[in-house]
């Protein structure tokens, strides 16, 4: 089965680092991404990880331990405009459906 | 401009009334994808197509349907749409499945009583 697991909402301070976690228990694994979405707007790609360890990108990093089936987003230097729901997808192998999303974690980013 | 485009980007309709969402990419990708989104439930695949005329279903395909005659066009199909399919509607494209990130279109907002 596929299952995918990121906490709903979370609120985080303007410049401050925030840490969204996601774990995930999927038949297979080929990569994991993560997507940023502004309410009533499109999916926009932020990062992808296949092997374990960090990816930085700017203020955005993701990391993955694959052994473990979690990763995390982390947002440095907080601003107004990260205010959106992040959402973590896992690619499989196999199986109908190619790339499982779960159902995002809502951050607020206050003043 | 590298895009996705959607029509219609809102819609509402009557239960019955068969009704065809269309989606268009300009970047030559082989694989496309429809989402509907609902609170609480995220980003659900309907199906998906790796390339003309290869299509298969995702998660939730049950009431729709789907074509890829051209490279470029991937409509949705609801043939007899229900209350149930009130939804936000995403396409989706990228070069392949493997690494590739997707592209979204602006998605479309159905509404059907």
């Known amino acids: 089965g596929q299952n995918i697991d990121q906490p709903t909402e979370m609120t985080a301070t303007e410049g401050a680092i925030v840490q969204i976690n996601c774990t995930y228990q999927?038949?297979?694994?080929?990569?994991l991404f993560w997507y940023q979405q502004h309410a009533g707007e499109a999916p926009t790609f932020l990062s992808y990880?296949?092997?374990?360890g960090l990816e930085e990108k700017g203020r955005f990093s993701s990391f993955l331990s694959r052994s473990k089936g979690y990763s995390y987003l982390l947002l440095k230097e907080l601003q107004m405009k990260d205010s959106a729901s992040y959402l973590c997808?896992?690619?499989?192998?196999?199986?109908?459906?190619?790339?499982?999303f779960g159902k995002g974690t809502r951050l607020s980013v206050i003043a | 401009e590298a895009q996705v485009t959607q029509n219609p980007r809102y819609l509402i309709t009557v239960t019955g009334k068969k009704l065809t969402v269309t989606c268009s990419q300009n970047?030559?990708?082989?694989?496309m994808s429809w989402y509907r989104q609902d609170p609480g439930l995220g980003l659900r695949q309907i199906y998906y197509?790796?390339?003309?005329?290869?299509?298969d279903k995702g998660d939730v395909p049950e009431g729709y349907k789907v074509s890829r005659k051209e490279k470029r066009n991937f409509p949705l199909i609801l043939e007899s749409p229900s209350p149930n399919q009130t939804s936000l509607y995403f396409c989706?494209?990228?070069?392949?499945?493997?690494?590739?990130?997707?592209?979204f279109g602006p998605g479309t907002r159905l509404t059907v009583t």
């Open positions: 997808a896992v690619r499989s192998p196999s199986g109908n459906t190619p790339l499982v």
């Open positions: 989706a494209s990228s070069p392949g499945q493997g690494s590739y990130e997707q592209y």
């Open positions: 990880n296949v092997l374990d």
């Open positions: 999927t038949s297979g694994f080929n990569g």
């Open positions: 970047m030559n990708h082989e694989y």
């Open positions: 197509s790796m390339n003309v005329e290869v299509t």
